[in-house]
C-alpha cells in the first residue's frame, strides 16, 4: 500500500533520503559505507546490489537478449528496451519547462533540468571535474583508476566505455555503414566520416590562434602548436629535430636509417609510413575523390587539390625578384630560382645531365632503368609518369573532358582540343 500512499518510513541518517523497504534502505546505506558485497569473477569490480551484479555480466557474455521490434537495437536489460520504445511510441509524458523537450522519466527529466540550472553534484576527487550525472562521473573515475572493464573478446583490448568496446568491434566485422556521398569511401564510425567530409568541402574549423593557419582536425592542430610552444622533449641524437612524441621520433628516425618497411604490392616501391602508401596506392586503383568544383579535374589528394584550386582564383602570392614572375606555390618559386643562379646540383650519372630537384633526378632515370610503375589494369600497358596513364585509361573509358566551345567535338587530352582549335583559328 506504500506505493500508493507514497509513505516512506525508513530515512537513511546520512543524507535525509527516505525509502518504502528496510532492504532498498540497507542497499543505500552501502553508497556511504563504500560496501560492495556483490563481486565479478570475471573481471573483479564490486557492486552494492545483485541487480547491478546481474546487469554488468551481461557485457562479459555478450547477451543483448532484448530487441526493438522497430529498429532492430540491442539491449541488455528489459528497463532499457522499454525507455527506448519510448522513441517509437511517442510517449514522453515529462515536459521541459525551458526548452520543451520530452522524457519518458520523471528522474530522467529532473537529470536534463540540470543542464538548464548548471548543477553538477557529482565532483571527481582527483582533478575536481563535476557532472551532473552519476553514470558521467563513475565513467570519469575509470581515467584516474585506469580501470578498463569492457574486453574485446577477439584481441584482448579493454576499454573504459561500453559504446568504446562497441566502435571498436567495428575493426573485427568489418562493419562500415557511415558512407561518403562524394567518393563512395565508407567508416566505422560517424565522427570518422564526419572528419573525412571536411576533405571535401575545404572545412577547416581549427584555427592557429599564433600564426593563423587553419586545420580539419583539432588532433592535427595539437601537434601542430608543438612547432609554437617548444615543448618538444624527444631529440633526435643525429640531427638534432625534436619532437612531441616518441611515435613521432621513431618515424622521423626511419629518414636516417633508410627503414621503409611499407612496400606498394604494385609496384614495389616502399615508404616509411602506413599514410604515405594508402597515398600512393590511389595512384595505381586510379582513386582521385578529391573533385575540382570549377573545372572537371580530380585528384588523389588534398593538398593536390588546394594547390590546383589557385589556378581558378588566380592566387600567385610568390613573386621571383630577379624577373618579376610569380608563382602560387612557395615550392614552384623555389624551384623557379635555380633557373636563375644555375643551381644543378643533382646530375645523372648515365648521361650527365643536371637537375635541381632530387625528385625531377629520380623520374629522368627512368628513362635509363626502363622503370615503367603505373600499370593500365585493362590491357597491363606500363608507364613512367601517372601523367601518362590518365589519358591513356580515358582510351579504355571513352571520357573526353575536353571540348570545343565553336562545335560540339571533345577529346580526350587538352593537347588534340589545342591541335583541333587550329581549324577554327585558321577560318576566322
Not at 515529462?94 to 520543451?100: A, E, I, L, R, W
Not at 582536425?217 to 612524441?245: A, V
Amino acid at each position: 500500500m506504500r506505493v500508493h500512499s507514497g509513505e516512506r518510513p525508513y530515512k537513511c541518517t546520512s543524507c535525509g533520503k527516505s525509502f518504502r523497504r528496510p532492504d532498498n534502505l540497507k542497499t543505500h546505506m552501502r553508497i556511504h559505507s563504500g560496501e560492495c558485497p556483490y563481486k565479478c569473477k570475471v573481471c573483479g569490480k564490486a557492486f552494492r546490489a545483485w541487480a547491478s551484479l546481474r546487469s554488468h555480466l551481461i557485457i562479459h557474455n555478450g547477451e543483448w537478449a532484448y530487441k526493438c521490434s522497430s529498429c532492430g537495437k540491442s539491449f541488455n536489460q528489459s528497463s532499457t528496451l522499454k525507455t527506448h520504445m519510448a522513441i517509437h511510441n511517442g510517449e514522453l509524458p515529462h515536459k521541459c519547462t525551458n526548452c520543451g523537450k520530452s522524457f519518458y522519466r520523471p528522474s530522467t527529466l529532473k537529470q536534463h533540468m540540470m543542464i538548464h540550472n548548471g548543477e553538477r553534484p557529482y565532483k571527481c576527487t582527483s582533478c575536481g571535474k563535476s557532472f551532473n550525472l552519476a553514470s558521467s562521473h563513475k565513467t570519469h573515475m575509470r581515467i584516474h583508476s585506469g580501470e578498463c572493464p569492457y574486453k574485446c573478446t577477439n584481441c584482448g583490448k579493454s576499454f573504459n566505455h561500453s559504446c568504446h568496446l562497441k566502435r571498436h568491434m567495428a575493426v573485427h566485422n568489418g562493419e562500415r555503414p557511415y558512407k561518403c556521398t562524394n567518393c563512395g569511401k565508407s567508416f566505422n564510425h560517424s565522427s570518422n566520416l564526419k572528419r573525412h567530409m571536411a576533405n571535401h568541402n575545404g572545412e577547416r574549423r581549427h584555427k592557429c590562434t599564433s600564426c593563423g593557419k587553419s586545420f580539419n582536425q583539432s588532433s592535427t592542430l595539437k601537434t601542430h602548436m608543438e612547432i609554437h610552444n617548444g615543448d618538444l622533449p624527444h631529440k633526435c641524437t643525429n640531427c638534432g629535430k625534436s619532437f612531441y612524441r616518441p611515435s613521432s621520433l621513431k618515424q622521423h628516425m626511419m629518414i636516417h636509417n633508410g627503414e621503409r618497411p611499407y612496400k606498394c604490392a604494385n609496384c614495389g616501391k616502399s615508404f616509411n609510413r602506413p599514410s604515405t602508401l594508402k597515398q600512393h596506392m590511389k595512384i595505381h586503383n586510379g582513386e582521385r575523390p578529391y573533385k575540382c568544383t570549377s573545372c572537371v579535374k580530380s585528384f588523389n589528394l588534398p593538398c593536390t587539390l588546394k594547390s590546383h584550386m589557385i589556378i581558378h582564383n588566380d592566387e600567385r602570392r610568390y613573386k621571383c625578384t630577379s624577373c618579376g614572375k610569380s608563382f602560387n606555390d612557395s615550392s614552384h618559386l623555389k624551384r623557379h630560382m635555380a633557373i636563375h643562379n644555375g643551381e644543378r646540383l643533382h646530375k645523372c650519372t648515365n648521361c650527365g645531365k643536371s637537375f635541381n630537384e632530387p625528385s625531377s633526378l629520380k623520374l629522368h632515370m627512368r628513362i635509363h632503368n626502363g622503370e615503367c610503375p603505373y600499370e593500365c589494369s585493362i590491357c597491363r600497358k606500363s608507364f613512367n609518369w601517372p601523367s601518362s596513364l590518365t589519358p591513356h585509361m580515358r582510351i579504355h573509358n571513352g571520357e573526353r573532358p575536353f571540348k570545343c566551345t565553336v562545335c560540339v567535338k571533345s577529346f580526350n587530352q587538352s593537347s588534340h582540343l589545342k591541335r583541333h582549335m587550329i581549324i577554327h583559328n585558321g577560318r576566322s
